[in-house]
């Protein structure tokens, strides 16, 4: 299965080998640096799973977690420089539902991750590729075929094309596809989605001149077509 996870860390560098891994492990992965991201980002997207680094600015972890433990089901994994008994019962009894102590192998992340989603019932959910027009979009394989033509992808291109087939026909503003390319590259701009959709166009429109399925809605953004526009 391919789950959503959100990684709340202000270790910057930290945040991105962990990021790096679970992608490479079939993940959607996103990640923001303090509490307050956090709370906002898991309010957006309400992920799958959280991973969560206990000590952050502004709103540390454990507020996070109790905050979010409230108002959903969110499987919380927690980072922590803390190893004391007494620390580790706090976070579990604020809802976290795995702990991992620092400093930890990211393959003992990924492994810790797939564990919750097994034991939870979210990786048993298969999704099949899916198919809007004349484009197929395989998640768990990350791949993207035109009347059944493998076409190449980057993961900027990718993430676009997956966020847009969760919704076909609706209008995503530049802003809203930067959240989900920003994990990848934080350089991205609105120029950079731009640059993507037109490269997009060249690998799956017929007519790329004259898209038919990757649309412009000028002033606004780009949606995907369910069929001809």
């Not at 604020?94 to 003992?108: I, M, N, Q, V």
């Not at 035109?146 to 802003?175: H, K, N, W, Y």
């Amino acid at each position: 299965m391919c789950a959503q996870v959100l990684v709340a860390d202000d270790d910057l560098r930290q945040a991105e080998v962990v990021r790096r891994y679970l992608v490479a492990d079939g993940h959607e992965t996103f990640v923001v640096h303090d509490g307050r991201a956090a709370l906002d980002e898991a309010r957006r997207l309400w992920p799958d799973l959280l991973v969560l680094d206990v000590m952050m600015p502004g709103i540390d972890g454990l507020r996070v977690c109790r905050t979010l433990r409230a108002e959903s089901d969110v499987l919380v994994l927690m980072l922590t420089a803390r190893s004391t008994e007494e620390d580790l019962l706090l976070g579990l009894e604020l809802g976290a539902d795995d702990y991992l102590t620092k400093p930890f192998s990211p393959r003992e992340l990924v492994a810790r991750v797939r564990t919750l989603l097994r034991r939870s019932g979210r990786s048993a959910q298969v999704e099949r590729p899916r198919q809007i027009g004349r484009i197929a979009i395989d998640l768990a394989r990350h791949l993207v075929t035109v009347d059944d033509e493998l076409v190449e992808c980057t993961r900027g291109e990718f993430a676009i094309l997956a966020a847009m087939s969760e919704q076909p026909d609706r209008v995503f503003t530049r802003a809203q596809l930067l959240h989900h390319t920003r994990g990848i590259d934080r350089s991205s701009t609105a120029r950079t989605i731009d640059v993507h959709v037109m490269n997009l166009r060249r690998k799956i429109e017929t007519d790329p001149q004259r898209p038919a399925q990757l649309v412009t809605v000028y002033g606004v953004g780009y949606k995907l077509a369910a069929g001809p526009a």
